[in-house]
């Protein structure tokens, strides 16, 4: 069945690191791919996505490319903020079904 | 547009007790689906309402219902409390055709 692994956490940075987040997937159709985060006693907002293959979802500073030759849709920022400090989850839609992965604590430090 | 609503947002049971809990989606949306998170067993899929019927449903007992009315809004109910069900309930929209989920802010259950 489709499911989705992300990179296992926490992980600490220093403000103005570069930030990278691991997530694969496995999955039987075309799915779309999400990262969601999830500041601390708030719900998940959707961060970015990417509906096909080779698409690039980008926002605040987030990127993260549709990689269909890896199965992979890793989340990168160039300069993290005391700000970015949430939990980060990769999800995938298949066929009506989402599927989301484990989460990943970021702590940035000044 | 006015955002995903759930009420209430924090509740404190009694085990042996059962409890509903709302969801108004955002305007236009059909699609409901909860999710129960908890640190342990991190987010799991409960189940999703579709046009006021239940359209998927996750792996757990009988004892998780929900129901979905002719405005969309979504109500899950929990009977027979146990102190495991203490978790963050989360309830997220869509509209349909579209595939990312919009979420509300959670309502907070704890169970004693």
């Known amino acids: 069945g489709d499911s989705v692994t992300q990179m296992e956490g926490p992980v600490t940075l220093s403000e103005e690191a570069f930030l990278t987040i691991n997530c694969t997937y496995t999955?039987?159709?075309?799915?779309?791919l999400f990262w969601y985060v999830q500041y601390p006693g708030e719900g998940l907002q959707l961060l970015l996505k990417a509906t096909k293959a080779d698409d690039k979802g980008s926002n605040k500073g987030f990127e993260a490319t549709y990689r269909k030759e890896t199965t992979s849709f890793h989340l990168e920022k160039g300069s993290v903020q005391v700000s970015d400090s949430a939990v980060y989850f990769c999800?995938?839609?298949?066929?009506?079904?989402?599927?989301f992965g484990t989460g990943t604590s970021l702590t940035v430090i000044p | 547009k006015a955002g995903v609503t759930q009420t209430p947002r924090y509740l404190i049971k009694t085990r042996g007790q059962q409890v509903t809990l709302s969801c108004s989606p955002i305007s236009g949306h059909r699609s409901v689906s909860w999710y129960q998170q908890t640190p342990g067993q991190g987010l799991q899929f409960l189940f999703e309402?579709?046009?006021?019927?239940?359209?998927n449903k996750g792996n757990f007992p009988g004892r998780f219902s929900g129901r979905q009315f002719s405005n969309s809004r979504s109500e899950m109910n929990v009977s027979t409390l146990e102190l495991g069900d203490s978790a963050l309930y989360l309830c997220?929209?869509?509209?349909?055709?579209?595939?990312?989920?919009?979420f509300g802010p959670g309502t907070r259950l704890t169970v004693t």
């Open positions: 309402y579709f046009s006021e019927t239940q359209r």
């Open positions: 997220a929209s869509r509209n349909e055709g579209v595939h990312e989920q919009y």
């Open positions: 999800a995938l839609s298949d066929r009506n079904q989402f599927y």
């Open positions: 999955a039987t159709g075309y799915p779309s």
